[in-house]
């Protein structure tokens, strides 16, 4: 396809530069939609990958140790908190969740984004900590009678947890303006297109972009070369 202008060398190149990477944090009340979001991003985009938190809470059926979560006593929880192994941590529904700090700074050094499905608290500290390297976006439901409709559909939580989703979803709600992106889930494909492009286009800072110095040198040397 090399001579066929359409197939454009420029995206080559610019696909080839080196960058580094990112992380992409979704927020949103339990119920509007960002694991669905989230789910859908990690499908369609190979250069991210999700952040896998430690927990105390128990083990939920189906889910695996290690892909899910690392699951942990509360010791253990806190040994790691007095050995500084966390970028962030948390009380969310009485139970601690925390995000490892190595794998982040790995991924981030190898251009590899992380995707983060963690609290406005936890968001607030990952941002203390990391904020030239974290891009936040927070879902908002179209209506609080949707938003029990999607708890309810969703058909995973008894009745006395989708209330307690609902009462706390109004205090999450009031978190909204420490995020750098607030969107409407109401059509989801139209929302998923929006978190695409927020992603597409934070990729693209020029801080991130760490090829750009090379890139741009041989750039220039190639004009003076050729006259
Ligand atoms: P969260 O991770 O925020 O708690 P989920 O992603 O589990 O929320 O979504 C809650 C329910 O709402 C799921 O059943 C999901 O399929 C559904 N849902 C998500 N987004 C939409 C949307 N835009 N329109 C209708 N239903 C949706
Ligand atoms: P669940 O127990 O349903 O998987 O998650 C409950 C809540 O904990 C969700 O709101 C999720 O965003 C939050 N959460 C999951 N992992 C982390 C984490 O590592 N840090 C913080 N601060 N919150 C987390």
Request: charged content about 25%; glycine content about 6%; proline content about 3%.
């Amino acid at each position: 396809m090399a001579d066929d202008p359409s197939s454009s060398d420029m995206d080559t190149n610019t696909r080839d530069l080196s960058r580094r990477g990112l992380l992409f944090v979704l927020s949103s009340p339990s119920g509007a939609g960002k694991s669905t979001l989230a789910r859908m991003l990690l499908d369609a985009d190979e250069e991210i990958a999700m952040s896998v938190s430690v927990t105390t809470r128990a083990q939920r059926p189906g889910e695996v140790h290690g892909k899910d979560y690392y699951f942990v006593s509360g010791e253990e929880f806190e040994e790691m908190v007095a050995d500084q192994s966390f970028l962030e941590y948390a009380t969310v529904f009485g139970n601690r969740y925390a995000t490892p700090a190595a794998p982040v700074a790995q991924s981030l050094e190898a251009g590899q984004d992380i995707l983060f499905d963690i609290d406005w608290q936890g968001t607030q500290q990952l941002y203390q900590r990391a904020g030239q390297d974290v891009v936040r976006v927070f879902i908002l439901p179209p209506s609080l009678v949707e938003l029990r409709n999607r708890l309810e559909s969703r058909n995973t939580d008894a009745a006395e947890i989708i209330e307690s989703r609902m009462q706390r979803a109004t205090s999450e709600i009031s978190h909204w303006d420490g995020y750098d992106y607030v969107l409407v889930n109401d059509d989801l494909d139209a929302c998923f297109a929006k978190v695409k492009q927020i992603l597409a286009t934070e990729r693209m800072r020029r801080a991130r972009q760490t090829g750009l110095i090379s890139f741009v040198r041989d750039l220039m040397a190639e004009e003076s070369f050729s006259g």
